[in-house]
Each structure stands twice: as structure tokens, then as C-alpha cells.
């Protein structure tokens, strides 16, 4: 199992990023994908969840601003972060569970004015 992140850099407060999550190396289309995030000095919290069906769950914190997608026929997690906040600030990760837990290498999301 492989996850893939990119999409991540620096934004000003209210800006837009789209990160994508590349998954190899499983059934992707069978499986539910998170995206999480660990800003500095914080614990690692989920944010949005797309299961295998479609359905989606968001952390309330980015509910409105923040849209998970997949593509099943790119293997493929979109997250759509708009109205970017600084609180927002964080490595963003990939995750899904295979048997056990997979992790992605995370991208650096920073937003600042």
C-alpha cells in the first residue's frame, strides 16, 4: 500500500488549495481514505473521510469550506480547502486502513497573511 500526497504550499487567509491523495497498491475503490492533519503543537485530527460508497464526513471545524472527492478510476482523493484560515495551518496526510493503518508522507499547507 502506497498513498501519495501533493497540492500543498503557502496561501493567504481566504485562498483556495486542492490536495490529492495517489493510492497504489490496494483495491482503492473498496476502501474508505481520510485526510488528516497535525498543525504545530497539535495532535493529528481527522478532517473529512470518503468511504468507499461516497459518502463523506467532515470534521466540524472545516464543514462548508473543505470538500473530499475520489476518482476510483485514478485512484485518487481530492480534498478542496477553501476560505483557507490560519488555524488551518498544518501537514496535511493521507491514511486508509488495510489490515492495518497506512500513511501518506503529508504536505506542508500554510496559511498566512
Known amino acids: 500500500v502506497q498513498l501519495v500526497e501533493s497540492g500543498g504550499g503557502s496561501v493567504q487567509p481566504g485562498g483556495s488549495l486542492r490536495l490529492s491523495c495517489a493510492a497504489s497498491?490496494?483495491?482503492?475503490?473498496?476502501?474508505?481514505i481520510n485526510w488528516y492533519r497535525q498543525g504545530p503543537g497539535k495532535q493529528r485530527e481527522l478532517v473529512a473521510t470518503?468511504?468507499?460508497?461516497?459518502?463523506?464526513n467532515y470534521a466540524d471545524s472545516v464543514k462548508g469550506r473543505f470538500t473530499i472527492s475520489r476518482d476510483n478510476a485514478k485512484n485518487t482523493v481530492y480534498l478542496q480547502m477553501n476560505s483557507l484560515k490560519p488555524d488551518d495551518t498544518a501537514v496535511y496526510y493521507c491514511?486508509?486502513?488495510?489490515?492495518?493503518?497506512?500513511w501518506g508522507q503529508g504536505t506542508q499547507v500554510t496559511v498566512s497573511s
Open positions: 497498491g490496494f483495491f482503492f475503490s473498496y476502501y474508505d
Open positions: 491514511n486508509t486502513y488495510v489490515r492495518r493503518d497506512y
Open positions: 470518503v468511504r468507499f460508497g461516497g459518502s463523506t
